[in-house]
């Protein structure tokens, strides 16, 4: 039996899978990331992840809403450049 690992390890796991996840789902709706500009926790198991989209200083964002807890993106929002669009989560 191993033991289980720090719980700073556990965050930054949880962490790594939310930036993938939600960078899977950028994709998969036709973006374009160039990096990631933000990840915060808001509250357990809910994050607000912010990529810069390509082209790379185009002053272009996507923020999605991420729940860990089922886990999905539950809300979008194009931020800059000449579109602002928002998309409600499922």
Same mark, same amino acid.
């Given at each position: 039996?191993?033991?289980?690992?720090?719980?700073?390890?556990?965050?930054? @796991?949880?962490?790594?899978?939310? @930036?993938?996840?939600?960078?899977?789902?950028?994709?998969?709706?036709? %973006?374009?990331? #160039?990096?990631?500009?933000?990840?915060?926790?808001?509250?357990?198991? %809910?994050?607000?992840?912010?990529? +810069?989209?390509?082209?790379? +200083?185009?002053?272009?964002?996507?923020?999605?809403?991420?729940?860990? #807890?089922?886990?999905?993106?539950?809300?979008?929002?194009?931020?800059?450049? #000449?579109?602002?669009?928002?998309?409600?989560?499922?």
């Amino acid at each position: 039996m191993q033991p289980a690992p720090p719980n700073s390890v556990q965050q930054e @796991i949880g962490y790594n899978d939310v @930036i993938r996840l939600s960078q899977e789902y950028a994709l998969s709706e036709g %973006y374009e990331v #160039a990096e990631v500009a933000e990840a915060v926790q808001v509250r357990p198991n %809910y994050w607000r992840v912010r990529f +810069g989209l390509a082209p790379q +200083g185009s002053g272009k964002l996507l923020d999605l809403e991420f729940d860990g #807890a089922r886990p999905r993106v539950v809300g979008s929002t194009e931020v800059g450049g #000449a579109a602002g669009r928002g998309t409600p989560g499922p």
